[in-house]
């Protein structure tokens, strides 16, 4: 029951995500006139020069894109992808309709800063929420996806910024006007459209460094167990020990390597001082890999929805890579 109904959520999530990402493009992209990066950069000219409603070119574009994922074997992520592609669709095509102009903010050209950093910070947060559940923003995020898979010597970096150089450059002249028959160049919408794409991966590589981020802790005590139930009250993860001799005093003592959230070293360096003989050193850790339960360390094992959700994704995770 745990594991569906954290599947559950986590679909439901991607659906919310795929539904705010559009009510961005409706609210603050469209009405002043720029594009965003990648292929919702490409979708938002051409409605703006055709006509054609970017819900339908976003399902155009990306259907085929989760196909191909899905067929190579990428199913739940082609099916995460696909989903948040069919939410985007179809709000952006109900809003549409139903074109509620009072939620729009139109910059009139004046402020126009404010409305592309806050598209580009949205769009940043829901790239972390699609890539930690599996999924993605679709477009260049799925050919990012097959590529980084089947060639990981392959660097997209160059892909990326190749596609987003091109809607920059194109959006020049797409939101450029002619006048008296001479094309007046308007420069602001490729510097809009930089600013976006700068802020989008910004914001995205701060929550993922964060997140990722550790410390290590290594403490040197003649009290280890006093210090690992300390310790482990506090972060609800125990430590590796090693034993070991003081060269100066000849005294055993215990060396404990902890991994814990960065945020709560100062906690603990704090509680290390009522230890005599006790000392410790630091040292930043820039990613940990691995699966740790905190429920069975230090608390009781209750049931929580983001725990379902995690220990579901986890589940996704390793079959994505058998």
Wanted: charged letters at 20%.
């Amino acid at each position: 029951m745990k594991k569906v109904l954290g599947a559950v959520c986590r679909y439901l999530i991607i659906i919310l995500t795929g539904a705010m990402v559009a009510a961005t493009t409706y609210i603050l992209i469209v009405p002043n006139d720029f594009a965003p990066s990648g292929i919702t950069g490409i979708c938002v000219m051409i409605q703006y020069k055709l006509g054609i409603s970017i819900g339908w070119l976003n399902l155009a574009v990306n259907i085929p894109l989760c196909l191909v994922a899905f067929f190579i074997g990428f199913k739940q992520f082609a099916i995460k992808s696909y989903l948040f592609a069919l939410a985007y669709s179809v709000t952006y095509l109900v809003m549409q309709k139903i074109d509620p102009v009072w939620l729009q903010y139109d910059a009139n050209g004046q402020d126009t800063v404010l409305p592309v950093l806050i598209a580009g910070v949205l769009s940043g947060f829901a790239t972390v929420i699609a890539f930690e559940l599996n999924g993605s923003q679709c477009g260049t995020d799925i050919i990012s996806k097959i590529l980084s898979e089947k060639k990981p010597e392959f660097n997209f970096f160059w892909i990326s910024f190749i596609i987003n150089a091109a809607v920059a450059v194109a959006s020049l002249f797409v939101y450029s006007e002619v006048v008296d028959g001479v094309m007046q160049l308007d420069y602001k919408p490729v510097a809009l459209c930089v600013m976006y794409c700068l802020s989008d991966s910004l914001v995205a590589d701060i929550i993922f460094r964060n997140e990722r981020e550790a410390a290590q802790i290594v403490v040197i005590t003649p009290f280890p167990e006093e210090v690992l139930a300390d310790v482990t009250k506090m972060t609800h993860h125990t430590a590796t020990r090693l034993d070991g001799i003081g060269t100066y005093s000849g005294q055993s003592k215990a060396i404990l390597i902890f991994i814990v959230n960065k945020f709560q070293v100062p906690h603990i360096k704090r509680h290390l001082k009522n230890y005599e003989q006790t000392f410790c050193y630091v040292t930043p850790v820039s990613e940990t890999i691995g699966w740790f339960d905190s429920r069975k360390v230090g608390k009781a094992n209750r049931f929580s929805v983001r725990e379902a959700i995690e220990e579901s994704s986890k589940e996704d995770k390793i079959k994505f890579k058998e």
